[in-house]
């Protein structure tokens, strides 16, 4: 990629990770009983980069800024489904039965074709979930059975430290000589190029090795601010344009607000 088709990427990135952040403050003011994913906007827009079409993302949290990114939502259809959810009160979770049976047909293709890459099952979750039963059951047969499944953490750290996160699963964290294993890795929610780095990796083991991943991702409630502050000190993009960036983000965020 030439250098100015780089920084047009970032600054497009830029973009949707702080109107994330708009639609998602003017969320919580209409709908405080709704939680949506907070501090992990850069890290959701920077996974949807390698998150192919026939892939599945299959999510415990409402990951506002990937459902941006990938094309999935505007602001207008994300406040009539936050109106749905909120009218159900009935928040949804992962069906961890979907989750491997995804896995087991995806790595069952692979497996009957010319041993080309597959394609992937996204599962994204808060920190509070990993102790759960039902992720513990579906995680350990992931491990078993070798699936292509991408876990992605976004981790808090109320529960759990980034090291102990890593600490929980580091008996399954290594691959054998033939690729097999678990590859576990941890980032900064506000780092985009250890972000980019970390989930092109996880996501190709996944995909060309037929392995389950672990990504474990520390929220950060100044992401969007350290993203400003290295597109400018890249000079990526001068400090007047993300400005115009940001006050169209703000007049989109109300877009569909009140119709």
């Given at each position: ?19 994330a ?7 919580r ?66 069906h961890?039965?979907?989750?491997l ?20 099952v ?37 529960t759990?430290?980034?090291a102990?996160?890593?600490?929980l ?7 054998h ?7 576990v ?27 389950p ?10 992401d969007i ?35």
């Open positions: 990629m030439v250098i100015e088709e780089f920084k047009a990427q970032v600054v497009a990135d830029y973009k949707l990770a702080f109107l952040s708009q639609v998602r403050g003017v969320a003011e209409q709908w405080p009983a709704v939680s949506v994913t907070r501090d992990v906007d850069v890290a959701q827009v920077t996974l949807a980069k390698y998150v192919e079409g026939t892939d599945r993302y299959i999510s415990a949290s409402i990951d506002l800024a990937y459902a941006l990114a990938s094309g999935e939502t505007d602001a207008k259809r994300f406040y009539e489904r936050l109106r749905r959810i909120a009218s159900d009160e009935k928040p949804f979770s992962p961890w039965d979907d989750v049976s995804f896995g087991r047909a995806f790595k069952g293709g692979v497996e009957g074709s010319d041993g080309s890459a597959t394609n992937v996204f599962v994204t979750l808060p920190s509070d979930s990993l102790g759960r039963g039902e992720f513990l059951e579906a995680f350990f047969a992931s491990v078993v059975e070798q699936l292509p499944i991408a876990f992605v953490v976004w981790n808090d750290a109320s759990y430290s980034n102990s996160v890593s600490k699963f580091s008996g399954f964290s290594h691959l000589r033939d690729r097999q294993g678990l590859s890795q941890t980032v900064k929610g506000n780092d985009y190029v250890a972000l980019c780095r970390t989930f092109e990796h996880q996501v190709s083991m996944s995909r060309s090795n037929i392995v991943t672990l990504t474990i991702v520390e929220r950060s409630g100044v601010k350290r993203f400003f502050e290295w597109v400018v000190g890249k000079q990526i993009a001068q400090v007047d344009a993300l400005k115009d960036i940001e006050r169209a983000c703000k007049d989109a965020s109300r877009y569909g607000l009140d119709n």
